[in-house]
């Protein structure tokens, strides 16, 4: 399917890995011209180098933290003019719900509230000005069901989707949409981090930790980064202007809702 997106432009935060490199993936075959972005300039390069060579579209690199002020200052600049913007940064740590302060709170909102906000004040008017424009925020399925080990992310997530809730319709009548993407467990750097700590409070090996979590999902298996690239990249096509305001669950069936 031809996504109708060639030649416009797209920001991708915190894309060197991961999901957010399966993003930049499908956007560049789609076309798109990208920023990318990770603190981690070596890894970002090599994947930059081959997105241009793979697909021949320009890929231009900013590394920094994108939750800090000069982070989201630098990237705001070189994503001047864009269409379309993927927020996305590391994940909260897991822990109990007693084990957090103030501090790991507000250190969570940034992360993965504010930050993603900041970058939608930031670019929205631009689009919005073009009469056309896309925004993919990477969330989590932590907003349909909470996750007892990640109450950081259970918190400011929701947070952000209430955000995008009221955005969202207070900007589709300029023809930018905005949703967001919630991914269950996927093949990951991430996935690997909470497996390991899985693994090391059980006492089971890596391996066991991994099959367990796997035998919890409908599919049997982890997502890849290949599969959540090109859901973005569909929400960021001329096909889907009218999907606005929507949480999408990838997830396996891992989260037992009717709706
Ligand atoms: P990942 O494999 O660890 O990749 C994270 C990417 O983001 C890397 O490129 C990393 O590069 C970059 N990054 C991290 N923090 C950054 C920051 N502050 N500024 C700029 N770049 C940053 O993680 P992932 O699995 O793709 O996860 C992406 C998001 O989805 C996370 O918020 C995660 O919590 C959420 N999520 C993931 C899963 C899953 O199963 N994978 C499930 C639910 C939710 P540098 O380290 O070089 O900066």
């Known amino acids: ?10 920001l991708v ?3 060197s890995k991961g999901l957010g490199l399966g993003c930049a993936e499908a956007l560049a075959e789609a076309g798109v011209d990208l920023v990318m972005n990770a603190r981690g300039a070596e890894a970002l390069e090599a994947e930059a180098a081959r997105l241009r060579a793979d697909h021949g579209v320009a890929v231009e690199t900013v590394a920094c933290d994108v939750t800090s002020a000069e982070g989201q200052e630098q990237v705001i600049e070189a994503a001047q003019g864009i269409d379309i913007l993927v927020t996305n940064a590391g994940g909260p740590p897991p822990g109990l719900w007693s084990d957090w302060d103030r501090e790991d709170f507000i250190k969570a909102l940034d992360s993965n509230m504010l930050t993603p906000i900041a970058f939608m004040k930031a670019l929205l008017p631009g ?3 073009k009469g056309w424009g896309r925004v993919v925020n990477i969330t989590s ?3 349909r069901a909470p996750i007892p080990v990640l109450g950081l992310s259970n918190a400011a997530r929701t947070g952000l989707t209430g955000y995008v809730a009221g955005t969202a319709r207070q900007v589709a009548p300029q023809g930018v949409t905005i949703n967001n993407l919630l991914p269950g467990i996927h093949d990951t750097d991430r996935a690997l981090s909470l497996d390991t700590g899985v693994s090391n409070q059980q006492g089971i090996s890596l391996d066991e930790a991994r099959a367990a979590r796997s035998a919890t999902i409908p599919a049997r298996r982890y997502g890849t980064r290949q599969e959540f690239g090109a859901a973005c990249a569909f929400l960021c096509s001329q096909h889907a202007g009218f ?9 396996g069936g891992a989260t037992n809702l009717t709706m």
Do not use: E, F, P, Y
Request: include cysteine.
């Open 127 to 129: 689009m919005m000005d």
């Open 141 to 143: 399925q932590s907003v």
């Open 1 to 10: 399917m031809d996504l109708g997106i060639r030649g416009k432009r797209a």
């Open 243 to 251: 999907i606005v305001g929507q949480n999408i669950l990838l997830d």
């Open 13 to 15: 935060c915190a894309s």
